[in-house]
């Protein structure tokens, strides 16, 4: 496991409307008390929310804070990419969370580059055009990408994309542990040491979780399934119970050595907020 400081950061998804913004302005301001690393923001599949993510980043960098803004290679081309890159370095942006994405259903790749398919291509290309200039994220599937065929082809992706250039990946939303502390030594048994900071899903309520996990093939465990369905409609009951796990979950992620935590906000802060206070962060 990597000896490297522990970072806290959080992401956001770039907002819809004007209100939208003012509110994740007033986000920012109540999560910047933990003095987080950075704050990261979603980019929608096939660049559909680039307009939105840049300027998601730019308000976050004009808010004195760094900001983190995923990159996506799947539906573009070197030079769209090298525009935006460019324009992210202008802006002061100094690390960049390099992802395959997705294709918007309906949408073909005329505008697809062959050597820009994985999220390895991505990594290398920034790396090679812009050498140190960005610290480079990847993602980390602990169990596993739900389109992987095996989890030997998991681990071997997730090498290729650290020897690709990456510096430090964040991990999909789990509620195992064991699954992070596994993933973490397979992947050091292939030379991989880099620091691997496990994403956290706060839980605010049964459909939401149920709905994300099903489509990006995060785990909710039986026993964690069937407690949160038990609360019915009482979701002052529910949220209590998800802050006491996912507080313990977190807690077992930094004793066993893990870098840092990234939170997956849902552009809201009083759920992590609370989380952080009682780890003492």
């Known amino acids: 496991m990597s000896q490297a400081p522990r970072t ?11 209100q939208a913004r003012e509110q994740l302005k007033i986000t920012r301001q109540q999560l910047r008390q933990f003095s987080p690393a950075f704050f990261s923001c ?20 004009q808010d004195g804070l ?15 990419l090298r525009q935006l890159l460019n324009t992210y370095r202008d ?12 294709m918007p259903s309906g949408m073909g790749l005329f505008a697809q580059d062959d050597d820009l398919l994985h999220a390895s291509d991505l990594v290398r ?41 990456a510096d430090s990946a964040i991990t999909q939303y789990f509620y195992n542990p064991d699954a992070y502390f596994y993933f973490v030594d397979e992947v050091a048994k292939q030379g991989v040491n880099l620091p691997i900071v496990p994403g956290i899903m706060p839980i ?29 409609d009482d979701s002052a009951s529910l949220k209590a119970f998800g802050l006491d796990v996912v507080t313990q979950l977190c807690e077992t992620l930094l004793k066993g050595g893990a870098p840092g935590l990234h939170f997956y906000t849902l552009n809201n802060a009083g759920t992590v907020s609370t989380i952080c206070q009682r780890l003492g962060l």
């Not at 950061?9 to 819809?16: A, D, H, L, V």
Request: with cysteine; net charge neutral; aromatic share 10%.
């Open 8 to 18: 806290l950061s959080f992401e956001f998804f770039p907002p819809r409307n004007e």
């Open 125 to 165: 290309f920034i790396r090679q055009e812009y050498n140190d200039t960005f610290h480079i994220e990847v993602a980390a599937y602990p169990e596993f990408h739900p389109q992987a065929d095996s989890a030997e082809q998991d681990i071997a992706h997730f090498v290729a994309k650290c020897q690709a250039g």
């Open 42 to 61: 979603t980019y929608g599949a096939g660049g559909s929310t680039r307009d939105g993510t840049l300027q998601t980043v730019t308000d976050i960098i």
């Open 91 to 102: 802006l002061g942006v100094k690390r960049i969370v390099a992802l395959r994405g997705d």
């Open 66 to 80: 760094n900001a983190a803004p995923h990159l996506a290679c799947i539906g573009a081309n070197k030079a769209e």
């Open 204 to 232: 605010s309520g049964f459909a939401k979780l149920s709905r994300f996990s099903n489509s990006c093939g995060a785990e909710v465990p039986r026993w964690l399934r069937l407690k949160l369905q038990s609360f019915a």
